[in-house]
């Protein structure tokens, strides 16, 4: 019997998620692993060609091998472009007064205490 060792596969939606624990081949590549896992079959969603994968939140391809220990991420795609959901934030809280419209950063509350004659050393 060929040497084997156990990687995790991770697959998760916001109602439901899976962390299948896998025994394979110490050559195995992600995609041997994943498919022979089953969670393609839980999951009929999930679209190799398509989902981008990793190891330990880190990118990787299909074809690398692995690790005793590894535990391979599915991602999903992206609902929305982060960079805009960020700028969206950011110009509501401008609107909202959380922000200074100018720089962007929180608004001035107080004066600095030497600037308004507060000295609590006298």
Do not use: C
């Not at 690790?67 to 599915?74: L, P, Q, T, V």
């Not at 419209?101 to 600095?112: E, I």
Request: net charge neutral; glycine share 6%; aromatic share 4%.
């Amino acid at each position: 019997m060929a040497d084997v060792i156990l990687i995790e596969v991770a697959f998760a939606l916001p109602q439901r998620q899976s962390l299948l624990s896998v025994s394979v081949p110490v050559d195995a590549t992600v995609r041997s692993a994943i498919e022979s896992s089953g969670i393609l079959r839980m999951y009929p969603e999930i679209d190799l060609t398509q989902h981008k994968v990793g190891i330990w939140s880190r990118t990787v391809r299909l074809e690398d091998t692995l690790n005793a220990g590894d535990r391979i991420e599915i991602y999903r795609p992206l609902i929305a472009d982060p960079k805009d959901m960020r700028k969206k934030r950011a110009d509501k809280a401008k609107e909202e007064g959380r922000a200074d419209k100018t720089t962007g950063g929180r608004p001035q509350q107080h004066k600095n205490h030497e600037q308004d004659g507060a000295d609590s050393t006298h």
